[in-house]
């Protein structure tokens, strides 16, 4: 079945660089996304990358996708303790209505 | 994003009464997903509406959740008789075509004591 599997929990030092993996399942999947939810706050898309990408690069954030292996990761680079919330790996289904499948999400502690 | 309103954006319910909550889509958005996020637990899907029409509802409890979308007015997630084990924060999320960018309201936190 479909499946987002990410790490839990990730603490860096502020300034350094932060790097949020997760795999995915679902070979067939078209967009896969980033979302960040900080605390008591709703979802905030960050990026996405077309399935078809290998990278894409918007200001502070870097995304990797290696579709032979379905992983993904976003790269914050000088990370501030303003980027501490939990991050979210999401697949849109291509198949079943488009439809979001999640990760549990990693909260990342960023520490001064 | 601001432009998904979901409302209220806190409820707290007693066992056994109903919750209702609303979903304002983005103006031209016609596509509605409700997702549910449990305490520490990722968001899982509950029910995808496009206006009138439930498309898939596989991620709803069979009984006491019920999701509209009718032709004018928000999208309301109905919880009849709730239990404890109902309370999380309920996001949706709209869309204007089945393959474009989902934008997601605050969510409302049901608490039910």
């Known amino acids: 079945g479909e499946d987002v599997e990410q790490s839990l929990f990730l603490s860096v030092r502020e300034g350094d660089s932060s790097v949020i993996n997760c795999t995915y399942t679902?070979?067939?999947?078209?967009?896969l996304y980033w979302y960040k939810q900080e605390p008591g706050a709703g979802l905030q898309l960050l990026t996405y990358?077309?399935?078809n990408m290998d990278m894409k690069q918007d200001q502070r954030l870097t995304v990797l996708l290696n579709k032979k292996d379905k992983h993904l990761s976003l790269r914050i680079a000088d990370t501030q303790t303003g980027d501490s919330a939990i991050y979210f790996c999401a697949e849109r289904d291509a198949g079943n209505n488009r439809k979001l499948i999640w990760g549990l999400g990693t909260s990342l502690a960023v520490n001064p | 994003n601001a432009g998904v309103m979901q409302n209220p954006r806190h409820l707290v319910r007693r066992r056994g009464q109903e919750a209702r909550l609303r979903c304002s889509p983005v103006?031209?958005?016609?596509?509605v997903y409700w997702y549910r996020q449990l305490p520490e637990e990722g968001l899982k899907f509950m029910v995808y509406?496009?206006?009138?029409?439930?498309?898939?509802e596989s991620g709803m409890p069979k009984e006491r959740f019920s999701a509209e979308f009718p032709k004018e007015g928000p999208s309301i997630l109905r919880i009849q008789q709730v239990v404890r084990g109902d309370s999380a924060a309920y996001f949706c999320?709209?869309?204007?075509?089945?393959?474009?960018?989902?934008?997601f309201g605050q969510g409302t936190r049901l608490t039910v004591v």
């Open positions: 103006k031209g958005h016609s596509h």
């Open positions: 990358i077309f399935s």
């Open positions: 679902d070979s067939s999947s078209t967009y």
């Open positions: 509406l496009q206006k009138e029409n439930i498309i898939d």
């Open positions: 999320a709209t869309t204007q075509g089945a393959n474009t960018e989902a934008f």
